[in-house]
């Protein structure tokens, strides 16, 4: 039976590269490209499914069109319509799309048109997807269940985007003790302490982000980030985020990160599966993809950082292509696929 996947890519630069890479024409092992992608690409080949390969900025979101697809097998560019997408394509894979927060408008409509019209699966599920896009659930979880289950939840509020610093200073008196980043963020984009920015860094920011919200700096996070991923509510993969020494800085820097693989605890393990479950019934929606995002205190106390449903990073880049983890995250990426076939 024939098995169709469409893999997202970052960008048409990026498609290039990847085609470069499966031609292995000259110069190609010096491509940069995403360890996860190119391994992907091989491992559903070898499984005999179809590969389909695209881009955000190549679909035609008002008139449902996919222009330019790449179709590896045949290595030829395809243009479907969303009827022709349906008869074709069994499983779109959204991991690939670059910056969420830079795409914000146009992966927003994009999951809404596959919510509403694709007729076959996306992984991570749309739904959750669209719902991940912002930190709203920060505010919306319940600090008492989750304390239940292991977790510690740090206060959050939120602001619009006309907030003006002057609000903000009336309400925080000591400001290098908190932390403000946009609810439509990632990767610490536009992540600073109060006491770092001022009215023209919220006027400037005003039209490129949805909103704020500011937290307690958590000093502990000196200590270490913890991430979990699950695949299919199955641990698949743990890493460590570590940071070099403060240097009066007040927030650590993604920069000076060194990240290293991890074993958690079983209660770690047991307690981020109970957390999957309760997101899922908060929102009546299947995860099919998750990363968990934590630090802990002196008492080794988990402390909810983020639970990143759209696109979630294995961040694998720093592994070299034949590391069994790599091989553990593609093998069961393809097991689930074929499950949900």
């Known amino acids: 039976m024939d098995k169709s996947i469409m893999l997202h890519i970052r960008t048409e ?43 955000l900025e190549n679909i035609d979101i008002d008139n449902e069109k996919w222009n330019r697809v790449y179709y590896v097998n045949e290595d030829k560019r395809i243009d479907f319509t969303i009827e022709e997408l349906n ?55 319940d600090p008492e269940y989750l304390k239940n289950i292991g977790f510690i939840t740090i206060p959050t509020e939120s602001f619009p985007t006309s907030v003006t610093m002057e609000e903000i200073a009336s309400k925080y008196k000591n400001l290098e003790k908190y932390l403000i980043k946009p609810i439509t963020g990632e990767l610490s984009n536009s992540l600073k302490t109060l006491d ?44 460590q985020k570590q940071y070099e020494n403060k240097d009066g800085e007040n927030l650590p820097q993604q920069k000076s990160r060194k990240i290293s693989k991890y074993s958690p605890s079983q209660t770690e393990v047991n307690n981020a599966k ?5 997101m899922s019934k908060l929102y009546n929606l299947h995860i099919d993809i998750c990363r968990i995002d934590y630090i802990k205190d002196e008492q080794e106390n988990m402390i909810l950082l983020e639970f990143e449903m759209v696109n979630p990073g294995f961040f ?18 393809v097991q689930y696929c074929e499950k949900i076939k």
């Open 87 to 141: 008869k074709n394509i069994d499983i779109i894979m959204i991991r690939n799309v670059g910056s969420v927060e830079a795409n914000f408008d146009k992966l927003q409509k994009y999951l809404t048109l596959l919510i509403n019209e694709y007729e076959g699966k996306v992984l991570n599920n749309a739904k959750a997807m669209k719902k991940g896009m912002t930190k709203h659930y920060l505010m919306e979880i």
């Open 196 to 239: 770092s920015i001022d009215e023209q860094f919220f006027r400037y920011k005003e039209t490129k982000v949805g909103g704020w919200i500011v937290q307690p700096i958590q000093e502990c996070i000196w200590n270490g980030e913890y991430q979990l991923v699950f695949i299919d509510k199955e641990l698949t993969y743990c890493q």
């Open 274 to 278: 109970n957390l999957i479950e309760y």
């Open 13 to 55: 630069e990026s498609l290039q590269k990847y085609i470069s890479i499966i031609h292995k024409e000259e110069g190609y092992q010096e491509l940069e490209v995403s360890q996860e992608v190119k391994c992907l690409i091989r491992k559903f080949l070898e499984c005999n499914w179809k590969v389909y390969l695209t881009t």
């Open 316 to 333: 694998i880049g720093y592994m070299k292509e034949d590391d069994q983890d790599i091989k553990n995250i593609v093998d069961k990426l």
